[in-house]
């Protein structure tokens, strides 16, 4: 998602200005997500991961 469309409900501006502290933390949130790595950072994606491994260990542990 970019922030390029995005209304600030604090100062109805665009996102992408950062007119506001709250314009700015939300660039700064947008900016954190497009990093590849930060969904290892969550959660989710950590379950996701692991049952991912899980799975190809299954698999490869399985007799042929």
């Given amino acids: 998602m970019t922030a390029e469309w995005l209304v600030c409900a604090n100062c109805a501006g665009r996102v992408s200005e950062g007119r506001c502290a709250v314009c700015r933390a939300e660039l700064a949130r947008l900016r954190q997500e497009r990093n590849p790595w930060a969904v290892l950072g969550s959660p989710a994606g ?11 260990a299954l698999l490869v542990a399985r007799p042929a």
């Fill in 46 to 56: 950590l379950i996701a991961l692991l049952l991912g491994l899980a799975a190809v």
